[in-house]
């Protein structure tokens, strides 16, 4: 049985992790968070030793052989994160955007080198079935298609009073929530050629962008789609159109299990995030 620790388990995401190490049948050793509110854990991992003291959770860590740290902190300390659960002899599961900055991408490298342990990172929209067969399909063919992607994805009042609002923290909407389709749209139409914004303010970035295989009009915003559009009765709209055709990506909340899967057989490495991490970190 694989042990895992995790960092930031008071917050959102950490349940969607708890739930996948449960399901891969890890085991949760150990968590950190200086906020307490992690009292879910008992019905999952009643053994899991609970630290509010970073420097003690690594200490624990280097003494207890675990498998995988998982880091679940805010963005702008993923990079301090990777790096200290590298040192102390563990691979790391990181949520998306795993860093803010490009040279903290190569001293990552440069840390999974000196330490033998290898960064793994949480990018679930690659498995949703739709977005798979549409690569597969993009790539038989030699054109440049014309894209649309429509990326509404409601925040409340608490979004732009939290960390995810300040752009030194989160990077800003871009990377931290736009961060799931710029990956996708280079996964499946590669390189790009050339990108503009068109509008930006905090709640919504409107733009173009041009890449090897697509010419791509792109809308992310955190506006409530229901009061723009009395039709949709949902807090999301995720959609992609590729030449007129529509592909619906609303619903990927699952897929983090499928994701855990993939880097249990070693899939999902850092490395294969380069492209969205240099260009998403020259955006800020
Ligand atoms: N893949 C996805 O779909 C997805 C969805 C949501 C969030 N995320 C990513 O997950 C990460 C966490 O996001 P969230 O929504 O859970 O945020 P959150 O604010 O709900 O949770 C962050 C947690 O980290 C804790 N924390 C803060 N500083 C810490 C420190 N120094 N040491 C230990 N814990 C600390 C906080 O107390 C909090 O409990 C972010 O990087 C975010 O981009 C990814």
Redesign the pocket.
């Known amino acids: 049985m694989k042990k895992f620790a995790l960092?930031?388990l008071?917050?959102?995401?950490?349940k969607k992790h708890v739930n996948c190490i449960k399901k891969v049948n890890g085991n949760l050793v150990a968590a950190?968070?200086?906020?307490d509110n992690v009292g879910f854990i008992d019905s999952h991992f009643p053994k899991c030793k609970f630290f509010i003291n970073?420097n003690k959770f690594f200490v624990f860590l280097k003494n207890n052989s675990i498998d995988y740290v998982v880091v679940?902190?805010?963005?702008h300390?993923?990079f301090k994160h990777i790096v200290k659960s590298l040192k102390s002899n563990s691979n790391v599961i990181v949520?998306?955007?795993p860093v803010l900055k490009v040279i903290d991408y190569k001293r990552i490298q440069k840390a999974e080198i000196k330490y033998k342990k290898r960064c793994y990172c949480?990018f679930?929209l690659r498995l949703d079935e739709k977005l798979k067969k549409l690569k597969k399909s993009i790539s038989l063919k030699n054109k440049v298609n014309d894209v649309e992607i429509i990326y509404y994805t409601y925040r409340g009042d608490w979004y732009y009073k939290?960390?995810k609002n300040r752009s030194s923290l989160s990077g800003g909407l871009l990377v931290?929530i736009a961060i799931h389709f710029f990956d996708i749209l280079f996964w499946i139409f590669g390189n790009v050629n050339k990108f503009k914004i068109t509008k930006k303010n905090n709640s919504e970035v409107k733009g173009i962008i041009k890449l090897q295989k697509a010419s791509v009009k792109w809308t992310v915003s955190i506006k409530n789609i229901n009061n723009e559009n009395k039709n949709i009765k949902n807090r999301f709209l995720r959609i992609m159109k590729v030449n007129k055709r529509v592909i619906n990506f609303n619903k990927f909340d699952n897929l983090h299990l499928a994701n855990y899967k993939e880097i249990m057989k070693r899939n999902f490495h850092i490395s294969n995030f380069e492209t969205v991490i240099k260009f998403l970190a020259k955006l800020k």
Do not use: T
């Open positions: 960092i930031g008071a917050g959102f995401v950490a950190l968070d200086f906020n970073e679940c902190s805010p963005s300390l993923h949520e998306k955007p949480i679930q939290s960390w931290n």
